[in-house]
């Protein structure tokens, strides 16, 4: 991808950013799913030297992060497109945190299997996509834990983060839909990854 599609890509980000903490539905909540895109997009620039994404990775580290941003303005229980079809379908919940559960294991696949493939032995070995999807697996573990810590250190506070909605197979359902994301991804782009891939020069 080229330099002023990163520049334009990267202002968009910026715009919802700050569209996303302009009185935010809470603002402690906002800053814990916001968090997590600003480090993701302080990593892409400080190792950008090193370390090109693919075309397809940097778009959807763009989508993943848009969906964290707006997650952190609204609440994910209460995005208001998602209240609309909670309301329309007659749903029992607002299904906004299950899609970013879904997107916490379909984006990073593509992310882990572009590392490991340009970094690792492994490329087109026939162990990669299990150990992609394992990492997927591992990393919305941790989530979960980290939400879990959150919780515990500051009470009612993290309730909005936590997302539960009454939910107690809330984070069963949260890691099984990261993992669901991340086989989709690798097995559904998996053919456009390796053409940016072979015919993207050596990162590193």
Same mark, same amino acid.
């Given at each position: 991808?080229?330099?002023? !599609? %990163?520049?334009?890509? /990267?202002?968009?980000?910026? =715009? =919802? %950013?700050?569209?996303?903490?302009? !009185?935010?539905?809470?603002?402690? #909540?906002?800053?814990?799913?916001?968090?997590?895109?600003?480090?993701?997009?302080?990593?892409?620039? =400080?190792?950008?030297?090193?370390?090109?994404?693919?075309?397809?990775?940097?778009?959807? @580290? /763009?989508?993943?992060?848009?969906?964290?941003?707006?997650?952190?303005?609204?609440?994910?229980?209460?995005?208001?497109?998602?209240?609309? %079809?909670? +309301?329309?379908? +007659?749903? +029992?919940?607002?299904?906004?945190? !299950?899609?970013?559960?879904?997107?916490?294991?379909?984006?990073?696949?593509? @992310?882990?299997?572009?590392?490991?493939?340009?970094?690792?032995? %492994?490329?087109?070995?026939?162990?990669?996509?299990?150990?992609?999807?394992?990492?997927?697996?591992?990393?919305?573990? #941790?989530?979960?834990?980290?939400? =879990?810590?959150?919780?515990?250190?500051?009470?009612?506070?993290?309730? *909005?983060?936590?997302? #539960?909605?009454?939910?107690?197979?809330?984070?069963?359902? +949260?890691?099984?839909?990261?993992?669901?994301? *991340?086989?989709?991804?690798? /097995?559904?782009?998996?053919?456009?990854?390796?053409?940016?891939?072979?015919?993207?020069?050596?990162?590193?």
């Amino acid at each position: 991808m080229s330099n002023k !599609r %990163l520049i334009g890509i /990267f202002i968009l980000f910026l =715009f =919802f %950013l700050i569209w996303s903490g302009i !009185r935010p539905a809470d603002r402690f #909540t906002w800053w814990l799913e916001v968090l997590p895109a600003l480090i993701g997009v302080a990593a892409l620039i =400080f190792t950008y030297r090193k370390f090109k994404f693919t075309s397809l990775a940097y778009i959807l @580290i /763009f989508i993943h992060c848009v969906i964290l941003i707006v997650g952190g303005h609204y609440t994910y229980a209460e995005m208001p497109l998602f209240n609309m %079809l909670k +309301d329309m379908l +007659d749903l +029992d919940r607002n299904y906004y945190d !299950r899609l970013g559960h879904l997107a916490q294991g379909f984006i990073p696949s593509i @992310i882990v299997r572009e590392i490991l493939w340009k970094t690792s032995p %492994l490329r087109e070995n026939k162990w990669l996509p299990f150990i992609v999807v394992c990492i997927c697996l591992a990393f919305s573990a #941790t989530y979960e834990l980290i939400e =879990f810590t959150v919780a515990v250190m500051t009470g009612e506070a993290a309730e *909005a983060f936590l997302g #539960t909605q009454g939910d107690v197979w809330d984070t069963q359902w +949260d890691m099984l839909l990261a993992l669901i994301g *991340a086989i989709t991804a690798y /097995f559904t782009l998996h053919s456009i990854h390796n053409e940016q891939l072979k015919s993207q020069a050596p990162s590193i």
